[in-house]
């Protein structure tokens, strides 16, 4: 069973930094291209970030390049996602997710909330 489990969510204040972890369980973790995705209340789910299957290419929104870094150790099947100079309207749940040529996981999400 293909389970991604999602942590490092919590609150912070404006302009500091959070880590997320996203591991992979019952996949074979470098045949997939991991991608970080956030939704806001009221708003639609959009994409974060994105790591190619070896993490040579990576991706990412307009409104978080430059602040985010996304990273993945296949040793470890865990995909990171370092955020720095965080802004309230950077405050979602975060849900990692595995892109494979035919299946598609995502992880239950975690809260970041950014507030002072």
């Known amino acids: 069973q293909v389970q991604l489990v999602e942590s490092g969510g919590g609150l912070v204040q404006p302009g500091g930094s959070l880590r997320l972890s996203c591991t992979a369980f019952?996949?074979?973790?470098?045949?997939?291209?991991m991608t970080w995705h956030r939704q806001a209340p009221g708003k639609e789910r959009e994409l974060v970030a994105l790591?190619?299957?070896?993490?040579?290419?990576?991706n990412y929104a307009d409104s978080v390049k430059d602040r985010f870094t996304i990273s993945r150790d296949n040793a470890k099947n865990t995909v990171y996602l370092q955020m720095r100079s965080l802004k309230p309207e950077d405050t979602a749940v975060y849900y990692c997710?595995?892109?494979?040529?035919?299946?598609?996981?995502w992880g239950q999400g975690t809260q970041v909330t950014v507030s002072s």
């Open positions: 997710n595995a892109q494979g040529m035919r299946n598609n996981y």
């Open positions: 019952g996949l074979t973790f470098s045949n997939y291209a």
């Open positions: 790591a190619s299957m070896v993490g040579g290419v990576t």
